[in-house]
Nanobody
């Protein structure tokens, strides 16, 4: 079992930037595919971005493409989400998630694809 802890959320004005971090512990981080999701009040949890174990494959939701950047530092067991040009509609609790992919290079974009989740960090974008 791997434990995930997100940080970096907060309140920011529209057009601003935030960098979220997700620190993993408990098992070998390098074998995990990682993803970021978000959930706004009254809405279902939705996919934001995903990255393969090596970082060679990355995928974004259309709503964040060109504004958000996912990356990972396997030496530090951490995945990042750099968010720029933030909009009020980006307001949500952001969660990181992981699943074992055994170096396959696979990416996963569905909530049900992941079996380990962090507790979430709140991002609020004011207009």
């Amino acid at each position: 079992q791997v434990q995930l802890v997100e940080s970096g959320g907060g309140l920011v004005q529209a057009g601003g930037s935030l960098r979220l971090s997700c620190a993993a512990s408990g098992r070998t981080f390098t074998t995990y595919a990682m993803g970021w999701f978000r959930q706004a009040p009254g809405k279902e949890r939705e996919f934001v971005a995903a990255i393969s174990w090596s970082g060679a494959r990355i995928y974004y939701a259309d709503s964040v493409k060109g504004r958000f950047t996912i990356s990972r530092d396997n030496a530090k067991n951490t995945v990042f989400l750099q968010m720029s040009s933030l909009k009020p509609e980006d307001t949500a609790v952001y969660y990181c998630a992981c699943r074992e992919e055994y170096y396959s290079g696979a990416l996963y974009v569905k909530v049900r694809d992941y079996d380990n989740w962090g507790q979430g960090t709140q991002v609020t974008v004011s207009s």
